[in-house]
T-cell receptor
Framework: DQQVKQNSPSLSVQEGRISILNCDYT??????FLWYKKYPAEGPTFLIS?????DKNEDGRFTVFLNKSAKHLSLHIVPSQPGDSAVYFC??????????????FGKGTKLTVNP | EPEVTQTPSHQVTQMGQEVILRCVPI?????FYWYRQILGQKVEFLVS????????KSEIFDDQFSVERPDGSNFTLKIRSTKLEDSAMYFC????????????FGDGTRLSIL
């Protein structure tokens, strides 16, 4: 099941530069997209989300872009900080009759921000 | 900030034994979820729960699994007769009863089946 794909298992950037994490999806029914950050031995921590009626959402250093025609979203972190080093998961959900809105996750991208 | 709490953090169980994983969702949340992550694989949905009943479950969630909200604060996942392949991190999540709200996750229970 490859409905949500993160094709880069890892990314390394210098402190202060921009980090761009990418995610592709195949299910056109997805209407809500999220990014989670995960440190070892912790659960996924919600970072930022975007609904399908928007193409951009910004929260401080984090911006998510959604390109529905390409079924692609990206997370931009600028400026990147060493504390941003973690695994980043892209997730998506589709509105269902039962209201479940289960999340479908990508495999994650490990971001390393070097001082 | 309110958070989802899970206990225990690590559970070691013999194959064939029953195990109960416990979760306390965020207090004003009404949707509850269990996910699992087998080592090296994706986080996968198991089940969602709303209004005291299962709203959706995955193929993984077979008759060996059950969920319960025994009181106003706890949400449990029971595996009746554990198998080696049940070894995984199990995450509980909850969200508000409004559209397009993020799910908030606990730190997980690492289940090891021997």
């Amino acid at each position: 099941d490859q409905q949500v794909k993160q094709n880069s298992p890892s990314l390394s950037v210098q402190e202060g530069r921009i980090s761009i994490l990418n995610c592709d999806y195949t299910n056109s029914m997805f209407d809500y997209f999220l990014w989670y950050k995960k440190y070892p031995a912790e659960g996924p921590t919600f970072l930022i989300s975007i609904s399908s009626i928007k193409d951009k959402n910004e929260d401080g250093r984090f911006t998510v872009f959604l390109n529905k025609s390409a079924k692609h979203l990206s997370l931009h972190i600028v400026p990147s900080q060493p504390g941003d080093s973690a695994v980043y998961f892209c997730a998506a959900s589709a509105e269902t009759q039962g209201g479940s809105e289960k999340l479908v996750f990508g495999k994650g991208t490990k971001l390393t921000v070097n001082p | 900030e309110p958070e989802v709490t899970q206990t225990p953090s690590h559970q070691v169980t013999q194959m064939g034994q029953e195990v109960i994983l416990r979760c306390v969702p965020i207090s004003n949340h009404l949707y509850f979820y269990w996910y699992r992550q087998i080592l090296g694989q994706k986080v996968e949905f198991l089940v969602s729960f709303y209004n005291n009943e299962i709203s959706e479950k995955s193929e993984i969630f077979d008759d060996q699994f059950s969920v319960e909200r025994p009181d106003g604060s706890n949400f449990t996942l029971k595996i009746r007769s554990t198998k080696l392949e049940d070894s995984a991190m199990y995450f509980c999540a909850s969200r508000e009863n409004r559209d397009n709200q993020p799910q908030h996750f606990g730190d997980g229970t690492r289940l090891s089946i021997l």
